[in-house]
């Protein structure tokens, strides 16, 4: 009788140990790509499900393979949050939108480019926050990630000049700063801001 307690205890606290290692802003994130996987954001029945099902199995994930955790991690600003949300949604509906003429236009086949975006912040989770937003823009597409350099290259639909080029680089650079003030820790926001006014400085 003893000895089935011992085992039970032994394996609440396995389970528990397991369970602490679900981090709740990852598991959120691989959520997410769950749910722009199988288009649980189109309005249907089943969206709720599979954003149940995705965080569940995100979960699992973690509690079988542990991650390390993230450090700092995320801070969310709830009123950024909103802002991040609906400057992604606008730019996903103009850009397919813009996609779609590319497409149809009649003429020679539509040219792009790959630019490279310098990252303003030394944090890989906003580098990686960033590379996932952008790539779930239509029309632009994640090439590499220089994580040393914290560089993206982007491969941008129909940039053809160097003033078009500049211009979907300015597009990422804005993704990236609504990432950071509505995630970012203070010193992310504080190192955006720097170089943002370094920037402005050399300009």
């Known amino acids: 009788m003893n000895d089935l307690k011992t085992r039970r205890g032994r394996g609440l606290n396995a389970l528990r140990r397991r369970l602490g290692k679900v981090q709740i802003p990852v598991a959120l994130g691989m959520t997410l ?4 996987l199988f288009k649980g954001f189109e309005p249907r029945p089943e969206s709720l499900g599979i954003a149940l099902l995705g965080f569940l199995v995100s979960a699992a994930i973690m509690m079988v393979f542990p991650l390390p955790p993230i450090v700092p991690g995320f801070r969310f600003w709830p009123v950024q949050c909103v802002r991040l949300f609906c400057h992604v949604l606008g730019k996903m509906v103009v850009a397919s939108f813009q996609v779609t003429a590319q497409v149809f236009r009649p003429g020679p086949p539509v040219r792009s480019s ?90």
Request: aromatic share 2%.
């Open 114 to 203: 790959v630019v490279a975006v310098q990252m303003r912040t030394d944090s890989d989770l906003m580098l990686v926050c960033t590379a996932i937003a952008a790539s779930v823009i239509p029309g632009s597409v994640i090439v590499e990630v220089a994580q040393p350099e914290h560089i993206l290259y982007v491969h941008m639909l129909g940039a053809e000049s160097d003033a078009e080029a500049q211009e979907s680089k300015q597009i990422i650079l804005t993704l990236e700063e609504r990432i950071v003030r509505a995630l970012g820790t203070r010193k992310d926001i504080t190192d955006l801001e720097a170089a943002t006014a370094a920037g402005k400085e050399n300009a």
């Open 33 to 36: 790509v769950w749910m722009l």
